[in-house]
């Protein structure tokens, strides 16, 4: 199916900030100052699961998550990486990639259900954006 038939989901549009469109991706900020959390959405239409992608869009959504990955771990210097795809709540494939640290909120536990989500104020927001479109590669 063609690219142009991709829709974000509606929850995935309301809970993140745009960033920049990889290759076989999009990628988002996550509205929560608490983590830097960023996720991945591929950009194929009526995908649920990481299998239902072609073995050529699975290597290019594989790839995107090791750069972000790497990214990320070089950006804020986390402790730990997370990398995650639930689904639970929003079926639309899309991989959660958070920078933990040993003493944030959630440490050691997942950061899902922890605590309030604290929203990006306008300046921090704008700022963070423009770090990781300098900081983020180009894959």
Known sequence: MPEQQFKLHPRLAADTHWVCDWPASTV???????FPWLVLVPRVPDVVE????SAQQQQAVFREIVVLGEAVQSL?????????????LVSQLHIHVIARFSGDCAWPGPVWGV??????AEPVLAQRLDDLRAGLPKP
């Open 28 to 34: 988002l900020l996550m509205n929560d100052t608490r």
């Open 50 to 53: 990481l299998f239902q992608l």
């Open 76 to 88: 804020f210097g986390a402790d730990k990486i997370n990398t995650g795809a639930l689904g639970n």
């Open 115 to 120: 605590g309030q989500v604290q929203p990006y």
